[in-house]
């Protein structure tokens, strides 16, 4: 009890740093208890497993909507200290051994970011499947009527609270079953007796789960086909988000120290006990075959600490039972006080660290953010649709991040950008698709290997492109009309260099699109000069090309820079430029993934230099830097972007043009909420007041309003 006051207390003090909690899924949270109302917005019914959803309805009767997210979070991060000291309890028959454990598992580090990315669902169901277990254990010592229906309700409780939960929980049961069966030598009555008896445990999931078959019924009809996919061994050589995971858990000491000690006690139990270490096994087996084969791996190493922490248990027990046979009382206590003080403070200070820094991380709704949620509510139509791209931070599923708040404490649908992988339901990921385009550009251009988004009347992102790769387009390369100058001698001061930018206010559009490529023109018309830059894409090509022609009035043009801003990190032995100024780089660390060649096609004048640049020297985000002199008055230069990805799929039969007017007038979308810090959008909106025109605006976020 002490322990689950002190992480209440923890969990709801970091929650409460700001007024809402951090994380997307909170306000998703929101929207099923809404739906529970029969507040449906979308009218699909509830799109996630109920158990904690109730549980949430009852404290917002309690409490206001952002402290109740608050409360049942920390609650639910703190109740799991019940089921987890009772079975490391009985694995380990120490009570002191059950405490260690449970400190360990209550204060593990990636639980402390679980709960600050809102995984509140998944570590309710997590205590639900340790209470399983608990009687699992119990049914394989013996394998009563009384054990294995307790079991099959409490795992129906996880089919009920989240479904990796509930998927993990049967992987592991399946592995149990095909290990049992080859490695425990039984006759036929033990076999007979084993399968009458087992019938019991899924006959109980499948009469306690009746309630939830409503769900899964949702699920399935509104799930997308594309969430089944497996990566089948397709290893993520270079995914630093993988190592960066992995290397949280190795460079602490408690972890490290209580994996050591794990494998002995696995090791040991197996000898001792076949069923019970075979069970643990599973346990481990699941969630590393399911992280070999399954796209976004790492939602599994979420559940290693758990067989983890029964195998830790298990070796304090034995540590413990060990020297007390041996009668050295008062050295055990001394080594026990000591261990469990080191062990504690670490656990503690691990998380804590941890705890703060994922706090901050997945902070996307601040005053600002609230503000703007409440205006939304005061001040617009119950009907209103809105669209995002979410906060500065692009994290998981991108525009979710403020797309969901709205939803769900709001109360308007809203639709946002992101990756496709992170949405289970089809809905949702043909809304990302399209939101997707609306917001990487007035225009986009897409070929199936490469796209061009053109981000006209802004004078930035002119224009973006990027390759296809592994089901979604990468941001390669951008210009900008507004960064590239013009470097000018007028007519009435010959002596004195002007520096002009290329953009100007007064400009005109021209799109040309048929079955087989598009182009999109740009004029620019000032006082000094008339400049025309065009792009192109043409079906079946892997490359872009973007034209400039400069034609000046009134002035003779000295010089010409244009820059191009690489959009992923590299470094400069990966960036090579030849003598005739072709520039390759490749995308690091997986080099061989990605390849991006810009080429001067043609020009009418002389290419001075071609450079690479890096703010930081070991690396980063690369800029090139052309600059060309003029041999007659008029200029022209043609560049020419190759992009060779080794992952991308079938694509280039077909040529799409996408509008982003036309596409807003599709999904009937009213307003755009935009975070301030995506310079490249906001310029965009702000740049087109035809469109869009400012409707409510703080330090942090703008929303438009979009002219229909």
Same mark, same amino acid.
């Given at each position: 009890?002490?322990?689950?006051?002190?992480?209440?207390?923890?969990?709801?003090?970091?929650?409460?740093?700001?007024?809402?909690?951090?994380?997307?899924?909170?306000?998703?949270?929101?929207?099923?208890?809404?739906?529970?109302?029969?507040?449906?917005?979308?009218?699909?019914?509830?799109?996630?497993?109920?158990?904690?959803?109730?549980?949430?309805?009852?404290?917002?009767?309690?409490?206001?909507?952002?402290?109740?997210?608050?409360?049942?979070?920390?609650?639910?991060?703190?109740?799991?200290?019940?089921?987890?000291?009772?079975?490391?309890?009985?694995?380990?028959?120490?009570?002191?051994?059950?405490?260690?454990?449970?400190?360990?598992?209550?204060?593990?580090?990636?639980?402390?970011?679980?709960?600050?990315?809102?995984?509140?669902?998944?570590?309710?169901?997590?205590?639900?499947?340790?209470?399983?277990?608990?009687?699992?254990?119990?049914?394989?010592?013996?394998?009563?009527?009384?054990?294995?229906?307790?079991?099959?309700?409490?795992?129906?409780?996880?089919?009920?609270?989240?479904?990796?939960?509930?998927?993990?929980?049967?992987?592991?049961?399946?592995?149990?079953?095909?290990?049992?069966?080859? +490695?425990?030598?039984?006759?036929?009555?033990?076999?007979?007796?084993?399968?009458?008896?087992?019938?019991?445990?899924?006959?109980?999931?499948?009469?306690?789960?009746?309630?939830?078959?409503?769900?899964?019924?949702?699920?399935?009809?509104?799930?997308?086909?594309?969430?089944?996919?497996?990566?089948?061994?397709?290893?993520?050589?270079?995914?630093?988000?993988?190592?960066?995971?992995?290397?949280?858990?190795?460079?602490?000491?408690?972890?490290?120290?209580?994996?050591?000690?794990?494998?002995?006690?696995?090791?040991?139990?197996?000898?001792?006990?076949?069923?019970?270490?075979?069970?643990?096994?599973?346990?481990?087996?699941?969630?590393?075959?399911? @992280?070999?084969?399954?796209?976004?791996?790492?939602?599994?190493?979420?559940?290693?600490?758990?067989?983890?922490?029964?195998?830790?248990?298990?070796?304090?027990?034995?540590?413990?039972?060990?020297?007390?046979?041996?009668?050295?009382?008062?050295?055990?206590?001394?080594?026990?006080?000591?261990?469990?003080?080191? @062990?504690?403070?670490?656990?503690?200070?691990?998380?804590?660290?941890? +705890?703060?820094?994922?706090?901050?991380?997945?902070? +996307?709704?601040?005053?600002?953010?609230?503000?703007?949620?409440?205006?939304?509510?005061?001040?617009?139509?119950?009907?209103?649709?809105?669209?995002?791209?979410?906060?500065?931070?692009?994290?998981?599923?991108?525009?979710?991040?403020?797309?969901?708040?709205?939803?769900?404490?709001?109360?308007?649908?809203?639709?946002?950008?992101?990756?496709?992988?992170?949405?289970?339901?089809?809905?949702?990921?043909?809304?990302?698709?399209?939101?997707?385009?609306?917001?990487?550009?007035?225009?986009?251009?897409?070929?199936?290997?490469?796209?061009?988004?053109?981000?006209?009347?802004?004078?930035?992102?002119?224009?973006?492109?990027?390759?296809?790769?592994?089901?979604?387009?990468?941001?390669?390369?951008?210009?900008?009309?507004?960064?590239?100058?013009?470097?000018?001698?007028?007519?009435?001061?010959?002596?004195?260099?002007?520096?002009?930018?290329?953009?100007?206010?007064?400009?005109?559009?021209?799109?040309?699109?048929?079955?087989?490529?598009?182009?999109?023109?740009?004029?620019?018309?000032?006082?000094?000069?008339?400049?025309?830059?065009?792009?192109?894409?043409?079906?079946?090509?892997?490359?872009?090309?973007?034209?400039?022609?400069?034609?000046?009035?009134?002035?003779?043009?000295?010089?010409?820079?244009?820059?191009?801003?690489?959009?992923?990190?590299?470094?400069?032995?990966?960036?090579?430029?030849?003598?005739?100024?072709?520039?390759?780089?490749?995308?690091?660390?997986?080099?061989?993934?990605?390849?991006?060649?810009?080429?001067?096609?043609?020009?009418?004048?002389?290419?001075?230099?071609?450079?690479?640049?890096?703010?930081?020297?070991?690396?980063?985000?690369?800029?090139?830097?052309?600059?060309?002199?003029?041999?007659?008055?008029?200029?022209?230069?043609?560049?020419?972007?190759?992009?060779?990805?080794?992952?991308?799929?079938?694509?280039?039969?077909?040529?799409?043009?996408?509008?982003?007017?036309?596409?807003?007038?599709?999904?009937?979308?009213?307003?755009?909420?935009?975070?301030?810090?995506?310079?490249?959008?906001?310029?965009?909106?702000?740049?087109?007041?035809?469109?869009?025109?400012?409707? @409510?605006?703080?330090?942090?976020?703008?929303?438009?309003?979009?002219?229909?």
């Amino acid at each position: 009890m002490i322990l689950v006051v002190v992480m209440f207390t923890i969990n709801f003090t970091m929650l409460n740093t700001e007024s809402a909690p951090p994380g997307a899924d909170y306000g998703n949270y929101l929207t099923q208890v809404d739906i529970l109302r029969g507040n449906d917005l979308r009218g699909l019914g509830l799109r996630h497993q109920p158990v904690f959803f109730v549980f949430l309805d009852l404290l917002t009767m309690i409490f206001d909507e952002l402290t109740a997210l608050k409360v049942a979070a920390a609650t639910v991060f703190s109740v799991v200290v019940f089921p987890c000291f009772l079975l490391t309890k009985k694995l380990s028959g120490s009570y002191l051994a059950a405490v260690m454990a449970t400190v360990f598992f209550a204060f593990f580090v990636s639980y402390t970011e679980m709960i600050s990315w809102g995984g509140n669902p998944n570590f309710l169901a997590f205590s639900f499947l340790l209470i399983a277990l608990l009687f699992i254990f119990e049914a394989i010592n013996k394998a009563s009527i009384r054990n294995l229906l307790a079991a099959g309700f409490f795992l129906s409780l996880v089919i009920g609270t989240h479904m990796l939960v509930a998927f993990f929980a049967f992987a592991s049961l399946t592995f149990f079953v095909i290990l049992y069966t080859v +490695f425990i030598k039984l006759d036929k009555k033990e076999i007979k007796n084993k399968i009458k008896n087992s019938f019991y445990l899924p006959l109980a999931v499948a009469l306690f789960s009746l309630p939830y078959v409503p769900f899964y019924i949702t699920f399935f009809m509104n799930s997308s086909k594309e969430i089944v996919t497996f990566r089948l061994l397709e290893l993520p050589v270079g995914d630093v988000q993988i190592g960066e995971s992995l290397l949280i858990f190795a460079k602490f000491f408690v972890i490290v120290a209580a994996t050591i000690a794990g494998v002995f006690a696995l090791t040991k139990c197996l000898k001792e006990n076949k069923g019970k270490g075979l069970l643990i096994s599973s346990l481990f087996l699941a969630p590393l075959t399911l @992280f070999l084969i399954t796209v976004q791996p790492l939602r599994w190493l979420y559940f290693l600490p758990i067989p983890m922490l029964l195998c830790f248990s298990i070796s304090l027990g034995t540590l413990f039972s060990d020297t007390k046979r041996d009668k050295k009382t008062s050295m055990v206590v001394m080594f026990a006080a000591l261990f469990i003080a080191t @062990f504690a403070v670490q656990s503690i200070a691990v998380a804590a660290e941890r +705890f703060g820094d994922a706090t901050s991380f997945y902070q +996307f709704i601040k005053e600002d953010e609230v503000q703007a949620l409440n205006w939304i509510k005061t001040y617009t139509s119950p009907n209103a649709i809105f669209a995002t791209s979410g906060s500065s931070k692009d994290v998981g599923g991108g525009g979710n991040s403020y797309g969901w708040w709205v939803e769900g404490y709001a109360n308007r649908i809203c639709m946002f950008t992101g990756d496709l992988e992170f949405y289970s339901f089809q809905f949702e990921r043909d809304q990302v698709r399209v939101v997707n385009n609306i917001f990487a550009g007035t225009y986009v251009i897409d070929n199936g290997k490469v796209n061009v988004a053109e981000s006209y009347p802004a004078g930035i992102n002119n224009p973006q492109i990027g390759g296809y790769a592994k089901g979604k387009y990468e941001k390669l390369l951008t210009l900008s009309d507004l960064q590239n100058q013009l470097f000018l001698t007028t007519s009435d001061k010959p002596e004195t260099i002007i520096i002009v930018p290329f953009y100007s206010q007064n400009s005109t559009s021209i799109i040309q699109h048929n079955n087989s490529g598009v182009n999109i023109s740009v004029t620019y018309e000032n006082f000094h000069f008339s400049a025309t830059r065009s792009v192109t894409l043409n079906k079946s090509e892997s490359s872009a090309n973007v034209i400039y022609h400069v034609v000046p009035k009134n002035s003779t043009i000295q010089q010409l820079k244009i820059n191009l801003w690489g959009l992923f990190k590299t470094s400069p032995q990966t960036c090579k430029v030849s003598n005739d100024g072709v520039v390759s780089l490749f995308r690091w660390p997986s080099a061989k993934d990605t390849t991006v060649a810009i080429h001067v096609q043609q020009t009418n004048g002389k290419l001075e230099s071609a450079r690479v640049f890096f703010d930081n020297p070991e690396g980063g985000k690369p800029t090139f830097n052309y600059v060309f002199q003029p041999i007659k008055n008029e200029f022209y230069v043609h560049f020419k972007i190759d992009v060779n990805i080794s992952t991308v799929g079938a694509g280039g039969q077909t040529i799409k043009f996408y509008e982003s007017y036309a596409l807003l007038k599709e999904l009937n979308i009213d307003y755009l909420l935009v975070n301030r810090h995506r310079d490249s959008e906001l310029q965009r909106f702000l740049s087109d007041s035809e469109h869009f025109t400012v409707e @409510f605006q703080n330090e942090s976020v703008i929303i438009f309003k979009v002219s229909k």
